[in-house]
């Protein structure tokens, strides 16, 4: 469903997919609908409600009577006050058998198949219904006029009756069409609504006329102006400001109007001319180019049409000259001898060869052309005039040309200029009394006084400010075609009026008077408008619809005071046009500033951030009025607290116990950091010894005894090359602890190498029986993850020493490289006599200081206290199938972060 305020067609109900029908209005000022569901819906406050917990019964209209609405439900009828709508009552009437409802002064009635029923709040009348109007009104529509209820049927055209709550009287009609849609009253008629027109019945005269033959009409109704609206069903909506405003279709688009005494001569866009007796149309000449037609004058004292389409058109009662000159504009100067004006040339024309001899002597140097019973004198060559204006007072020619406004007087030319000197071009002129009109190039009025002063015409600002198309006098009215409308204005008594409202489809293109009557060229035909009988100027209606205040819409009207934060405002206002298509200038302004602007077919005004302090905002409609339509409002906007009095004494004395506050906040602070500066420091040197220790107990004597013992065994046996490669891998391992000493972390891969060298340095320790294993698996990119310097040898000397030197046999030693989604897991498996055993063995030594195990612990606690690497080391003891001890196995767990080469 749709809303439309004479310009805008807005849509107030998103999301309904149903068509929606007898939309009503209540004494509350609510608007009624429904689906073809049967839900019934109300418009409140912009609001779309649904009526509650009530469905109608099929295709069976609400009724809405005495402040009641009555719906007919699926077994029973349903009704609820209107003034709160809050309690449902329930009449128990079986709904079997329902053919219509209907108001009759101000009690709800149904028609049943056997009988009608009157209900009131205390009683139900019942009136029995003869076979005769079963028969005859199978499918009734109903109305209400003069107190009593008129019931037609949908199909019979021959008779209707009335019902006056008594009994239902028989009518005989001859209506002109069988199907009837819909039906509505007013005034003293009944109004019809069928697939081929509307038809109206008088019920005083009994006549009926009949409007829109070819159109299919579903509904009409008729404003509080008294203006008619029309629904179609593939038209859109007709309009009809009186039905004593008559459009004729001729078929063709007219053009141009001139009259013959009381009869229109209408030139048309398909090269046609019409003339009318009583508004009876008729063609009188139709020409082959399909051309539309430029010019139309009409000669009454030589009953002469002056016209110009593809050629210029001289059309006496008993002959037609025609030339190919293209005349655009032509003015009677004597009996058969017109002045012209046209494209290249202007001048003379005349049927004859005396008057011509007289054009030629008075225009000695003009050229002439003799040609198919027309003789012309060529006063302007080379030139390409718009118009042409003859005063026989003092006998001037006026042209309107290309090159400026040209006046020409027994062969002395002259151009007439504007106070600045400047030329001045115009397309239009009429002469009124002692002046001339005209129309500039640039859409503007001009005035020419007697001495050829040039001023600009004084229109009201809703004509000025429009674009003007074109201009024509008759009479002493001035009418002025704008895009949006047409305008008379009275020479006399300097009043004007708006004639009828254009649209991008409803153009005017001509206007002519006859009598009391008005008639326009448009593109919907011939318009006959009585000028004393319009409704074009009523005011429109200006009103606030809501105001939202920061995206939230408040109760209206506007609270007065606002908080400083409620600044962004969008006034949301109505303007409701009598007629569609109204085009006026809105105007808004905030305090003293200038006047602002909008598209006539905006409905807000957004203000956005606006800054404390009192408003004033005033909202005018400009028009074709006789007073200001305006609306104002007034609020303030209130200042921050932080800005107030009262706020920056607290605020002073708050900075001040602030101050003092946190004095003693950051001393204590102060405190706090340096103790904690020097924890870190400690816990620094706790690391920095731990680590030492670890580098000591990888440089211990007696790994290098042991490593340089296997190199000199090598030399003792001259296995020189074997030498050689063990002391290049012990050179180089040396160098990288004492580089990676210097590092808090490195990359895994650094870490992985440096114990492949210490690995490869102890397997010389054991002839053939040890065997290494590094492994890396779910591609662990050793390169790209920080890892401590120096953490896997310790432990991995730990599973040699205690480990794999006291096992028999072969030894083994694995180091498995894994990864989860945020940690890096390593394995480091061995194959030796386990922890319980090697314990044992350690005890049973003298002087044996067990260092490795409890320098790891401590170090790790202090990383993760450091660097929170969620750093964690376990030892899983390993047993074979005899649930002998067979190994151990240390796992390994820390945060996966990534490596920069230059994190020291």
Do not use: C
Request: proline share 2%; hydrophobic share 35%.
């Amino acid at each position: 469903m749709f809303k439309y305020d004479g310009n805008v067609l807005e849509k107030i109900d998103q999301i309904r997919k149903n068509g929606v029908f007898n939309i009503q209005l209540d004494s509350y000022n609510r608007i009624w609908y429904q689906d073809f569901n049967g839900k019934i819906y109300y418009i409140e406050n912009n609001v779309i409600k649904t009526l509650p917990e009530t469905t109608s019964k099929g295709f069976i209209e609400y009724i809405i009577s005495n402040d009641i609405i009555y719906v007919i439900e699926q077994d029973f009828i349903s009704y609820f006050s209107l003034k709160d709508l809050k309690k449902k009552s329930i009449l128990k009437e079986p709904t079997n058998g329902v053919v219509e409802v209907f108001e009759f002064n101000g009690r709800f009635g149904i028609i049943f198949k056997e009988v009608v029923k009157l209900f009131d709040k205390n009683n139900v009348n019942i009136i029995k219904i003869d076979p005769q109007f079963k028969k005859n009104i199978e499918n009734p529509i109903t109305t209400t006029l003069k107190g009593k209820l008129y019931l037609f049927d949908k199909h019979n055209s021959k008779v209707f009756y009335t019902f006056d709550g008594k009994k239902l009287v028989q009518h005989k009609i001859d209506f002109p069409f069988e199907f009837k849609q819909n039906i509505t009253s007013f005034d003293n008629e009944i109004w019809l609504s069928t697939t081929s027109g509307i038809v109206k019945y008088n019920i005083i005269r009994k006549n009926t006329e009949v409007y829109f033959p070819k159109k299919n009409i579903s509904q009409i109704f008729k404003d509080k102006h008294n203006h008619y609206w029309i629904s179609t069903l593939n038209e859109g909506i007709l309009f009809v400001e009186s039905f004593k405003t008559k459009v004729f279709d001729l078929k063709s688009i007219p053009t141009l109007l001139s009259k013959n005494r009381d009869n229109l001569i209408i030139s048309t866009e398909d090269e046609k001319i019409f003339s009318s007796d009583n508004d009876q149309y008729k063609l009188i000449h139709s020409f082959t180019s399909n051309h539309g037609f430029l010019m139309n004058k009409f000669d009454e004292s030589e009953n002469r049409i002056l016209a110009t389409s593809s050629t210029f058109k001289w059309i006496d009662p008993d002959e037609i000259y025609e030339n190919y000159i293209a005349v655009k504009d032509l003015t009677k100067i004597s009996k058969n001898n017109y002045a012209f004006a046209g494209s290249i040339r202007s001048g003379l024309v005349t049927n004859d060869p005396e008057i011509h001899r007289k054009n030629q002597a008075q225009y000695p140097k003009a050229d002439e052309l003799i040609q198919n019973g027309l003789y012309f004198t060529y006063i302007l060559s080379e030139l390409n005039s718009r118009s042409v204006l003859y005063l026989p007072k003092s006998n001037l020619l006026y042209f309107a040309t290309n090159y400026g406004l040209i006046t020409v007087k027994n062969d002395i030319y002259s151009e007439i200029k504007d106070s600045n000197g400047k030329s001045i071009y115009l397309k239009d002129l009429y002469a009124f009394q002692d002046f001339i009109i005209g129309l500039t190039n640039d859409d503007v009025i001009v005035k020419l006084n007697e001495t050829n002063q040039i001023s600009n015409f004084v229109l009201p600002s809703y004509i000025k400010n429009a674009t003007v198309e074109k201009i024509k006098v008759l009479d002493n009215l001035l009418f002025i075609f704008t895009s949006n409308a047409v305008y008379e204005y009275d020479l006399i008594h300097n009043s004007s009026s708006k004639m009828i409202n254009l649209t991008p489809t409803f153009k005017a293109t001509d206007v002519e008077r006859i009598g009391s009557y008005l008639y326009f060229a448009t593109t919907l035909g011939i318009l006959k408008k009585n000028k004393y009988n319009f409704t074009s100027n009523f005011h429109p209606w200006l009103d606030i619809d809501k105001i939202i205040i920061n995206s939230k819409e408040i109760d209206l009207p506007i609270i007065k005071e606002l908080h400083h934060n409620e600044n962004n405002i969008d006034i949301h206002f109505k303007v409701i046009s009598k007629t569609p298509n109204e085009v006026y200038n809105i105007y808004y302004k905030i305090n003293n500033s200038n006047w602002i602007k909008k598209d006539h077919k905006s409905r807000i005004i957004n203000l956005s951030s606006l800054a404390p302090g009192n408003y004033n905002v005033k909202i005018l409609i400009e028009g074709d009025y006789k007073s200001v339509i305006s609306k104002e409002i007034n609020f303030t906007i209130d200042k921050p607290f932080w800005v107030k009095f009262w706020f920056n004494a607290l605020l002073i004395s708050s900075i001040i116990a602030f101050i003092f506050y946190y004095t003693r906040i950051r001393i204590k602070k102060i405190k706090e950091i340096n103790q904690s500066n020097i924890d870190q420091i400690n816990l620094k040197n706790e690391l920095n010894i731990q680590k030492l220790k670890s580098i000591k107990s990888q440089m211990n004597p007696h790994f290098f005894f042991n490593a340089l013992n296997t190199i000199q065994s090598y030399i003792l046996t001259e296995d020189k090359k074997l030498a050689l490669f063990y002391l290049s891998k012990f050179s180089k391992l040396t160098r990288k602890i004492l580089k990676l000493s210097e590092k808090d972390f490195i990359s895994l891969k650094e870490e992985i190498e440096t114990n492949e060298i210490y690995l490869d340095i102890e397997k010389a320790r054991f002839d053939d029986n040890f065997e290494y294993k590094i492994e890396i698996k779910n591609d662990v990119e050793t390169h790209l993850w920080k890892f401590p310097s120096l953490l896997l040898q310790p432990i991995i000397e730990n599973a040699i020493k205690h480990g794999l030197l006291h096992k028999n046999g072969d030894k083994k030693i694995e180091i498995i490289i894994d990864q989860n989604e945020t940690h890096l897991i390593i394995h480091i498996i061995d194959n030796g006599v386990g922890r319980i055993t090697s314990e044992k063995i350690n005890k049973s030594r003298q002087n044996h200081e067990s260092f490795a195990t409890k320098a790891i612990e401590n170090r790790v606690n202090i990383l993760n206290q450091s660097y929170h690497l969620d750093l964690s080391i376990t030892y899983i003891d390993l047993y074979n199938q005899k649930n002998e001890p067979s190994g151990t196995q240390v796992d390994i767990k820390l945060l996966k972060i990534t490596y920069e080469s230059d994190n020291n």
